[in-house]
């Protein structure tokens, strides 16, 4: 059984059809990576796993259970935590505040410990800063010495880590990563596709990818699924999918889908 | 003078940066018997009262800071849940209805009511967000201030003929037991204003821990992107309710306590004034910072009795000039160059005018009544407006120039703050400069009861603009 199966979904908003009919699934273990042109509907796909939008027909089961019907925060606490492509951080939060914030659901404390201060609440408090410190660790040094400035201080990069470490504060066992390596550049690149492969190596994390960046793409796919106007056009390993004819058509036109033969 | 302006800046920076290292603790005890000591320092019952309203507006504005500025809930319905503690006080002691309960049930009855409350006006808003919320809360305030005034008829269904008064109307409910906690009854100023202080002692310490913890952490995650929060695990839902309960519960002890110490209650302690007032100490005193919310209250509550005593207006008014344009010209040596032009702008002014109409002008109006004079201060502070009337253009009848002056003033000043540092802009400083204090001096001066609030909104204004975070905020928004 797969880990992640998505299996039959259509999803439309008003007249548009975003997703038709899209089935995959995602193995425990897998580095599985979705591609396809601006609007293939590649983000839509990872809404409807996180429950911010509700698919039209077919079901999405994680672990062999259905998540349709759950607000995305239960659906987080199942265990799969997301990025978001522009990025959405609590700006003005101490990043070791962020990424304590996620631990939220894996926390017990109520009003009253937090209030009087209790060993309990001080023992889980303890907890989860260095949970937060070794989350953030994984990205070495890039935010060393960071911890305690707010994230609206750090560039770009350094945010997407942050982020990073964010999801995998929530104890995911399956990581959404919207566009890891968008707006990076070329050594930033490299670093985070070093990185993702880290992530299941290291981690243990089962990774599903959007990304737009083919060499990234190629460095760290099991399987490769490409999507456009919301249709799986081809599916299997980097090779299979670059070169097949329907995926350079969607990406370049007819004309060079034609030349490229 | 800019020398030993700068050692003065720099030695106060200094001592800010040495009490910002303490830890949070000292600060707060330290800061807690600074103000105990305040009923030992003067026994004036007026300073007293001032002092207790500070703590009660702090508390309210602590706790409206975790449902607006920690949770990012627009909630304009706030002044309910103080107004409604008030009344349950009111009710549950008082020989409205011959129900006398004692305080140390009282007053946790009301909490757990206030969270019930909380949770009846969070529940319908949930999906709101925003200028929505903001909407139906005000809603629920209105109504709640509507219900104050007509609840005093209320003709019961069943039973034809009875008529109940529950709130009082526009009369309200008067003569409510003191309170009385740990076999200590409450009986003057100087006690409420200790309970006062206690009471904001313990929302401090509460809402602070629930700030660092799992609990506050969530509430600012969803203030800053309620999405991502829920996304991240957070159950948003129910931290809106929490957050809701958490302000109508300190809201609604602190309604009790004012009930009690005020021994009455009126719909109109409870209006939108009150309201608006608590939003600017928050957002003076810098959106979700709890010290920042202490102190915007102080501020707010302080300023505008200051200014009740004209004195006192214009020793403020000429220290804030004074000190604004030395601390904040740019380059420094301007504030000095502007300050002396004025000074000789003005005897200038008054020697043409003098020699050429001196019919128009009149002796100062301040008299110096031996009598009245309490204190050095005041003394001082007299002969400082007896020298300023006889500076500047006081004219016989000032109201017809006063108000062209006034209309001039404004353009004249927005103008300045568009210009371009330069030559000219210092110029055109030292006339603007003095027709500020001509309409200071002719209009405000002379009629402080209707230009107190005027002066407290410029205030705000200029504190804005000089920190739009407010006093102690840091926050940044980004657009992305």
Known sequence: MALLEFTKISKHFGGLQVIKDFTFEVNQGEIVSIIGPNGAGKTTVFNLITGIYTPDEGDIRFEGKSLLGLEPHQICQRGIARTFQLLRLFLNMSVRENVMSAAYPRTHSNLAQIIFRTPGFRKEEDRIRTLAEEKLGFFGNRLNGTFDQPVYSLPYANRRQVEMARAMATEPKILLLDEPAAGMNPNETQEITQLIGELRARGGYTILVIEHDMQVVEGISDRVIALDYGEKIAEGTYHDVATNERVIEAYLGRQHATRAK | ?480
């Open chain 2, 1 to 480: 003078m800019s020398a030993s302006q700068l050692s003065l800046s720099g030695r106060m920076s200094g001592v800010i940066e040495r009490w910002n290292a303490l830890p949070i603790a000292t600060r707060f005890f330290g800061l807690l018997v600074a103000a105990a000591t305040i009923p030992f320092l003067t026994s004036n019952d007026y300073v007293i009262r001032i002092a207790g309203n500070v703590c009660l507006f702090a508390a309210l504005a602590v706790a409206l800071n975790v449902v607006v500025g920690y949770a990012g809930l627009l909630d304009l319905g706030f002044i309910a849940f103080y107004g409604i503690g008030a009344y349950l006080y009111a009710i549950l002691s008082s020989d409205q209805f011959g129900i006398h309960w004692p305080s140390w049930l009282t007053l946790p009855f009301i909490a757990l009511l206030g969270v019930v409350f909380g949770l009846l006006l969070g529940s319908p808003s949930l999906r709101l967000l925003g200028d929505y919320l903001a909407i139906v809360t005000l809603g629920f305030g209105l109504v709640f201030a509507q219900l104050a005034l007509t609840l005093d008829r209320v003709e019961l269904p069943w039973q034809e003929g009875v008529v109940i008064n529950v709130t009082g109307g526009t009369n309200g409910i008067v003569k409510l037991d003191p309170l009385s906690l740990f076999g200590f009854q409450l009986s003057n100023v100087t006690h409420y204003f200790y309970a006062l202080l206690i009471w904001l002692g313990i929302v401090l310490i509460i809402v602070h821990h629930l700030n660092q913890s799992r609990m506050g952490r969530a509430w600012r995650s969803m203030g800053e992107d309620a999405l991502a929060a829920e996304t991240m695990g957070m159950p948003t839902r129910r931290l809106k309710l929490l957050a809701f309960s958490c302000g109508a519960a300190i809201a609604g002890v602190t309604g009790a306590i004012f009930a009690a110490w005020q021994q009455s209650v009126f719909p109109q302690n409870f209006s939108t004034d009150v309201l608006i007032t608590l939003y600017a100490m928050m957002v003076l005193g810098g959106i979700s910072n709890l010290g920042g919310a202490a102190l915007g209250a102080v501020v707010l509550s302080v300023v505008p009795e200051l200014l009740r005593s004209p004195e006192l207006a214009r020793a403020i008014f000429y220290a804030t000039l004074t000190l604004g344009l030395l601390l904040f010209s740019k380059p420094r040596r301007n504030g000095p160059i502007i300050l002396i032009s004025v000074i000789i702008l003005g005897f200038l002014l008054r020697w043409i005018v003098q020699a050429a109409a001196p019919d128009l002008l009149t002796p100062p109006t301040i008299k110096v009544a031996a009598e009245s004079i309490s204190s050095a201060f005041d003394r001082a502070s007299q002969q400082f407006g007896i020298l300023v009337q006889g500076w500047i253009l006081f004219l016989k009848d000032p109201l017809l120039p006063g108000n062209i002056a006034f209309v001039i003033l404004i353009p004249a000043l927005l103008g300045l703050s568009r210009m371009k540092a330069g030559v000219l802009k210092l110029i055109l400083t030292i006339p603007a400069i003095y027709l500020l204090i001509f309409v200071w001096e002719t209009r405000f001066a002379a009629e402080p009861a209707v230009t107190r609030l005027l002066l407290v909104g410029g205030l705000l204004v200029v504190l804005m603009i000089f920190r739009p975070n407010g006093l102690l905020g840091k926050r940044k928004i980004e657009i992305v």
